[in-house]
């Protein structure tokens, strides 16, 4: 409601809260017209937020979990950079965490390659609907955590245009109890769900890890081999022999002063 953007609506989606969500949120929707309210039996947050995409009209779509905040002009400067870039398929900000620690989120800078081996773009980032209704969603099947990451992996193509914008305009809550706490203790199955959903992917770019370390094997192999190959080649030559065999008298002599002086 804090926005400086003023053309928004914020639909919110209870799955199966046992809290006084129900309360809280009617009384929202009373003040302004822009909230919308869903209530859903707990199906894990992908279901969530692919229901609330679902049930809204605007061109662009930013996921925001219930326990984090938004600055006050993130919807303005994200809807800019996409109407002044349009080839621009994300956009997002830095991030400071608050709650349990107040530090800066140290997310690596976005590439598409580091981005299979590491989650780089947090889930309050802004797409366009036209992007999202390409793919599936977020997978229900990461129930228990890394669902931004494995969307990510299913939303974006190499070569396609992320943008950060340098500023903090996301806040996100850190707490021990909380979601991402508790995804740690499946996080070996979460990596293993996660390359299966992805499986073509890791496949086709571990093919392209192992044939460029072939070439690099092979291309050192065979520049070893030339190197022998020529070196046998001038030990072979008649000139290197003549060489070596009026050197030999010399050769002796050395040998036998370094043992004489010994």
Known sequence: MAQTYPNWECIVVNDGSLDNLDEIARVYCDKDSRIKYLKQNNQGVSIARNNGISHSQGEYILPLDG??????????????????????????SLTRFFGGSNELYQLPTYEYEKMLWQGLIVCTAMIKRIDFEKTSGYNPNMREGLEDWDFWLSFLKKNDVVHRIDEVLFFYRRKNDSRTSESMIHLKELYVQLYNNHKELYDDYLNEIIYKQYLIDNTEARIKQAIYDKELEIRNSMPYRIGAFLLKPVKLFNRKFVNKIE
């Not at 994200?78 to 994300?90: D, G, I, M, N």
């Open 67 to 92: 326990d984090d905040k938004i600055a006050p002009t993130y919807l303005e400067k994200a809807v800019r950079y996409f109407l002044t870039f349009p080839e621009t398929k994300v956009v997002y």
